[in-house]
């Protein structure tokens, strides 16, 4: 497990949350546990690999309140644990994005597998946004003009064409293009459409 991976769990019977720390802890799990929903809601997480094992039967704050709450801010996956689940609330929770929904007593080894899927996800979702962040950085570190040729050169139009449009020089794109590469780590224009792609520009051309 990386180092700064954490499973979070929020629940309010204190027994329940020892035997989970003490369970996740025994097979390697980082863990930080809460009482109460507005406990975990106050505390100040490190922005790192996470997943949330929450109660859904609590004094103040439930599990849905507090699954809508962070809904907004974050994408930490949520596993909903309850001693007396009920359909609405289980669709309720499903439908606000929980990877799964598990009665009291806890089966150790399908909650074991369910972190495991949890943190998977996160990683994943987390490794998305680093490169789509990452290629947005790169998308604006093109100069205006640049940006305007980019959806035209993806969109397949020559570099005459390109030229037409903008109402500029072949040779002037070639440039922009060889800047536009380089700026994009594109290694092909293969590669640099694909980029584009995920920018979605789409091919709007620019008079």
């Not at 499903?94 to 998977?120: H, N, R, S, V, Y």
């Not at 790169?138 to 940006?147: A, D, K």
Request: charged share 25%; aromatic share 6%.
């Amino acid at each position: 497990m990386p180092p700064h991976e954490m499973v979070y769990i929020v629940d309010d019977d204190v027994r329940v949350v020892d035997a989970l720390s003490s369970l996740l802890r025994a097979n390697g799990k980082q863990v930080q546990m809460f009482t109460s929903g507005q406990d975990f809601l106050d505390f100040e997480r490190q922005d790192s690999c996470a997943c949330l094992i929450l109660d859904l039967r609590m004094p103040g704050l439930n599990g849905l309140q507090v699954q809508e709450s962070i809904a907004a801010q974050t994408t930490i996956p949520v596993i909903f644990i309850t001693g007396r689940g009920d359909v609405p609330s289980t669709v309720t929770a499903m439908k606000g994005g929980a990877m799964d929904f598990l009665t009291k007593p806890i089966d150790e080894t399908a909650l074991l597998a369910c972190i495991e899927k949890a943190l998977e996800q996160d990683r994943k979702l987390r490794l998305a946004s680093f490169e789509q962040e990452s290629l947005l950085a790169r998308y604006r570190s093109l100069t205006p003009r640049e940006q305007q040729v980019l959806p035209l050169l993806v969109s397949g139009l020559l570099n005459k064409q390109a030229a037409w449009e903008l109402g500029i020089t072949e040779y002037t794109v070639q440039i922009h293009r060889g800047h536009i590469m380089r700026k994009m780590e594109a290694d092909s224009f293969a590669t640099l459409v694909k980029l584009a792609s995920k920018l979605n520009l789409g091919s709007s051309k620019t008079s």
